[in-house]
């Protein structure tokens, strides 16, 4: 997992204050909540965590990256959409496949929730401008993040919850 994909993650979940908690309870720099935070954990053979061990950066942060691998596999490596899982739950990432493949731009412009369409489009934004100041101003390869978005049909895999 790229590292300048985690740290627009952490900067789009919290501005990488470690202490935050939103509206839906999730904490921490990765905005976990409990109910992902600990399959992740045992998925890593980690102890099950409590509620105030997410506000731990290191741990939370590898859960978090951790959560987020889990997602990019089940979503074939089709970064855009396992973004939109990651914040809107994978049961919305589901209802917005498309029936055929499509421009993952256009993918990314016609999810529904506003919300989600400005995170996904702020993270991966965001890593750019973070992978181009890591390497001194070089350009960005982001040829694959530029697939498009693969229909998924009853015969291939959808996004499964934990």
Request: charge should be neutral.
């Amino acid at each position: 997992m790229p590292v300048t994909l985690i740290y627009s993650v952490i900067r789009q979940e919290s501005l990488y204050r470690a202490d935050v908690v939103s509206s839906a309870g999730a904490r921490g720099l990765m905005q976990l909540e409990l109910s992902t935070a600990k399959p992740t954990a045992k998925a890593l053979k980690l102890p099950t965590p409590h509620m105030a061990d997410l506000f731990d950066p290191q741990l939370n942060s590898t859960l978090g990256a951790e959560h987020l691998h889990q997602l990019l596999d089940k979503a074939n490596g089709q970064l855009p959409l396992a973004l939109a899982a990651y914040n809107a739950g994978i049961a919305a990432a589901n209802r917005w496949l498309p029936a055929d493949s499509i421009a993952p731009d256009v993918w990314v412009e016609n999810i529904p929730y506003n919300e989600t369409r400005n995170y996904v489009q702020r993270i991966l934004w965001h890593t750019v401008v973070y992978g181009w100041l890591r390497s001194d101003g070089q350009a960005q390869d982001t040829a694959s993040w530029l697939t498009p978005i693969r229909a998924m049909g009853v015969a291939q895999a959808r996004l499964e919850p934990n």
